[in-house]
T-cell receptor, first 113, second 120 residues
Framework: DAKTTQPTSMDCAEGRAANLPCNHSTISGNEYVYWYRQIHSQGPQYIIHGLKNNETNEMASLIITEDRKSSTLILPHATLRDTAVYYCIVRGYAYNQGGKLIFGQGTELSVKP | GAGVSQSPSNKVTEKGKDVELRCDPISGHTALYWYRQSLGQGLEFLIYFQGNSAPDKSGLPSDRFSAERTGGSVSTLTIQRTQQEDSAVYLC??????????????????FGPGTRLTVT
């Protein structure tokens, strides 16, 4: 799976949009961009994923650049409960590997009042 | 519905003892994964089950680690002769079938709360 690069940490004011960037310059054509987050002392939580089109769900929006070498996760109105480590993962299917997740170090997002 | 559950939530054991960690996946999820997270380390993949078989065991750190899954549901991760470096949070995740006819499709994984293992 392609390697991703994320900032180590970010701050965001409560109620403002949080924009979390991710670089994945070696992504291949059949690999998806997935985002998970891990709130302290909990298991990771799936947020959103995409291939090449922008995606939106009830949690967040995912913007993928046209060349697919980078993406941005957007939390439109961050709350204190969004404080977590956010992981950007490039994930492809490999026979007999079932799409295991390869986690990097992630971005530690701190939402401040 | 019910999510992924793991037991015990915490386990303290003496060096050299064997431990068993249990994972109950979401009903109907045929794919099951084990990961671990050590202090100061990221999340690392251990093993993947599709049904009862384990096509990918590449992440198991040593032959002291083994896992099985019976009935396509519950999985047990066993660590023999535990060492202090085995101390970590062990996480289980499940997903729908990782192979979706007619092509291949990836499904999101749902994680349990983890088992915190401390080896003294």
């Amino acid at each position: 799976d392609a390697k991703t690069t994320q900032p180590t940490s970010m701050d965001c004011a409560e109620g403002r949009a949080a924009n979390l960037p991710c670089n994945h310059s070696t992504i291949s054509g059949n690999e998806y961009v997935y985002w998970y987050r891990q709130i302290h002392s909990q298991g990771p939580q799936y947020i959103i994923h995409g291939l090449k089109n922008n995606e939106t769900n009830e949690m967040a929006s995912l913007i993928i650049t046209e060349d697919r070498k980078s993406s941005t996760l957007i939390l439109p109105h961050a709350t204190l409960r969004d404080t977590a480590v956010y992981y950007c993962i490039v994930r492809g299917y490999a026979y007999n590997q079932g799409g295991k997740l390869i986690f990097g170090q992630g971005t530690e997002l701190s939402v401040k009042p | 519905g019910a999510g992924v559950s793991q037991s015990p939530s915490n386990k303290v054991t003496e060096k050299g003892k064997d431990v068993e960690l249990r994972c109950d996946p979401i009903s109907g999820h045929t794919a099951l994964y084990w990961y671990r997270q050590s202090l100061g380390q990221g999340l690392e993949f251990l093993i993947y089950f599709q049904g009862n078989s384990a096509p990918d065991k590449s992440g198991l750190p040593s032959d002291r680690f083994s896992a099985e899954r019976t009935g396509g549901s519950v999985s047990t991760l066993t660590i023999q002769r535990t060492q202090q470096e085995d101390s970590a949070v062990y996480l289980c995740a499940s997903s729908l079938n990782s192979i979706s006819p007619p092509g291949r499709k990836l499904y999101e994984q749902y994680f349990g709360p983890g088992t915190r293992l401390t080896v003294t």
